[in-house]
């Protein structure tokens, strides 16, 4: 019996995957899978915590060098897709200048993932929303340092 058992559950497996890589593409299916940036920096220069309309929370953590972001990361307690959106969001921020942070949108990482479910677009916007908080914390951190008389 557990040789049946064995083969109903690889069949399920197969077809979970199957869906998931019509759902994410190939790209996002790997990022489903095994999620890179996905973790807390406990070191980080900025931190957002943002929950959307559905009830996903998305946290997304910069170290910066300079202006530029030299290390980000993502942690999510909801669905695929906002694991998928999350790792994605936070790849296309390293590297980037503060002004290029700005220009992370919901609608560009829909565009980087190119298919993704309709019914879970929201998550991108979740993750750019919370890609933004950081951002703005960071930048609202700087100018209150800048704002500190040193006497």
């Not at 199957?18 to 790997?30: H, I, L, N, R």
């Not at 943002?50 to 990361?73: H, N, P, Q």
């Not at 890609?131 to 704002?147: E, P």
């Amino acid at each position: 019996m557990r040789p049946d058992f064995d083969a109903v559950v690889e069949e399920l497996q197969e077809q979970i995957f199957d869906e998931a890589k019509d759902a994410f593409g190939e790209e996002g299916f790997q990022r489903w899978r095994n999620p890179l940036f996905n973790g807390k920096l406990e070191d980080a220069d900025s931190h957002a915590r943002i929950t959307g309309k559905c009830g996903d929370t998305m946290e997304v953590f910069l170290i910066f060098e300079g202006d530029r972001v030299k290390r980000a990361s993502f942690t999510t307690d909801g669905c695929g897709s906002s694991t998928v959106c999350g790792s994605f969001a936070v790849e296309m921020a390293v590297g980037k200048s503060t002004d290029q942070l700005c220009e992370i949108t919901g609608e560009k990482i829909l565009k980087r993932l190119g298919t993704f479910p309709k019914e879970d677009e929201h998550c991108a916007f979740l993750a750019a929303e919370a890609l933004q908080v950081a951002l703005n914390n960071y930048m609202a951190s700087r100018r209150d340092k800048d704002d500190q008389v040193i006497e």
